[in-house]
């Protein structure tokens, strides 16, 4: 079952994700040549403190491991779930995930982009390009009357025709008051899949690109997800409520209140 959400939840989670837009704003802005990852981590804790939230990512178990950072940082070919903590110096040429994932008053925002460092090659820019509009593509199926599969269609449609790589080990999912809530949202499948979307539950839609394959690797920190053939990876994200109407983008910044 997808979770509906309420009118009082919505205002709550409204807030979550316009802080969880802002910080990731803020973050990209300072994406430069010789910054470290380290500090943008670091960065990215004062911001969420300053907002009264904190990282939902902190501490996020899977197993009897815990996530060690506040924000995931993944550089090139790593995909998602960089750990921002580990110091590396970002340079000219380089791509960063930042995926920043918030929970504000017991309800979650989650978003993620990939910028460049300086200047990129115009393979990395198209990679970026593109994937931003496959998430795009993919939000404005977010729709009472169609299915999940609606969303993962349109993204692997979106695609294909670049024969870019899509990762599967990783979804997008319902969000709420914990990060990860049905549905699943596969970013490939037919587009008849899935629950009927209704008015009021709340996605984070999210594609995942490779320059190459579409094969993943899982790094020896245990959280970093590579692409198995070292080619370049992006990553989009967005929360969105569907609604009677068009769909609402939630995670776009703005001052709390
Ligand atoms: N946006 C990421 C996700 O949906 C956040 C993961 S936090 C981590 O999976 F702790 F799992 F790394
Ligand atoms: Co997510």
Request: a neutral charge; aromatic letters at 6%; hydrophobic letters at 40%.
């Amino acid at each position: 079952m997808i979770p509906i959400k309420s009118e009082s939840e919505l205002k709550i989670m409204r807030a979550a994700c316009r802080i969880a837009a802002t910080v990731l704003d803020e973050l990209c802005k300072l994406v430069a040549p010789g910054v470290n990852t380290y500090d943008l981590d670091q960065t990215g804790r004062k911001l969420l403190d300053k907002f009264d939230a904190r990282s939902a990512c902190f501490g996020y178990r899977i197993g009897s491991k815990r996530f060690p950072a506040h924000t995931c940082l993944s550089v090139n070919d790593e995909i998602v779930h960089g750990i921002g903590i580990l110091k590396r110096v970002l340079k000219e040429g380089d791509i960063v995930s930042v995926d920043v994932c918030v929970e504000f008053q017991g309800y979650i925002g989650d978003n993620a982009r990939t910028v460049p460092v300086g200047e990129i090659s115009a393979d990395k820019q198209k990679l970026l390009s593109v994937t931003e509009a496959s998430l795009k593509a993919a939000i404005d199926q977010a729709r009472p009357g169609n299915r999940v599969g609606a969303i993962s269609n349109s993204v692997e449609r979106y695609i294909r025709p670049h024969g870019f790589g899509i990762i599967r080990d990783f979804v997008g999912h319902g969000v709420g008051k914990s990060m990860h809530e049905a549905p699943q949202i596969p970013n490939f499948g037919p587009r008849n899949r899935g629950e009927l979307l209704r008015p009021g539950m709340t996605l984070a839609i999210e594609p995942m690109i490779s320059l190459g394959r579409s094969k993943i690797l899982m790094g020896d920190d245990g959280w970093t997800a590579l692409t198995v053939d070292g080619s370049d990876a992006a990553h989009f994200e967005h929360t969105v409520l569907i609604t009677s109407g068009e769909p609402e983008i939630l995670t776009i910044p703005g001052l709390p209140g």
